[in-house]
Nanobody, 124 residues
Framework: QVQLVESGGGLVQAGGSLRLSCAASGRTFSTYSMGWFRQAPGKEREFVSGIKRSGAGTYYADSVKGRFTISRDDAKNTVYLHMNSLKPEDTAVYYC?????????????????WGQGTQVTVSS
């Protein structure tokens, strides 16, 4: 069992930055690949970024590539999402998710555990 708690969301102006954190419970965090997803009102939840076990590989949606950076600290059981050059279209609830696999997935259904989400609002 893994419990995930996101933090770091908030209101920011376009062009600004935020860092999201996702703290995980349990001793097996390093065995999970981790993903960040987001869901805007009236839209489906979508993949934003993922990181393999031990940070062996990172992946990004085209819409955030070059602006967002995912990282993990297994000693702290935490995964981060650094978001720069934020745009109004980045406004959404951001969720972290854990998948018991070496590989990340772009699909919501492939993740085993989810956090409660944190709101990110980017004003124009």
């Amino acid at each position: 069992q893994v419990q995930l708690v996101e933090s770091g969301g908030g209101l920011v102006q376009a062009g600004g930055s935020l860092r999201l954190s996702c703290a995980a419970s349990g001793r097996t965090f390093s065995t999970y690949s981790m993903g960040w997803f987001r869901q805007a009102p009236g839209k489906e939840r979508e993949f934003v970024s993922g990181i393999k076990r031990s940070g062996a590989g990172t992946y990004y949606a085209d819409s955030v590539k070059g602006r967002f950076t995912i990282s993990r600290d297994d000693a702290k059981n935490t995964v981060y999402l650094h978001m720069n050059s934020l745009k109004p279209e980045d406004t959404a609830v951001y969720y972290c998710a854990a998948r018991y696999s070496y590989y990340i997935s772009y699909q919501v259904r492939d993740y085993d555990y989810w956090g409660q989400g944190t709101q990110v609002t980017v004003s124009s």
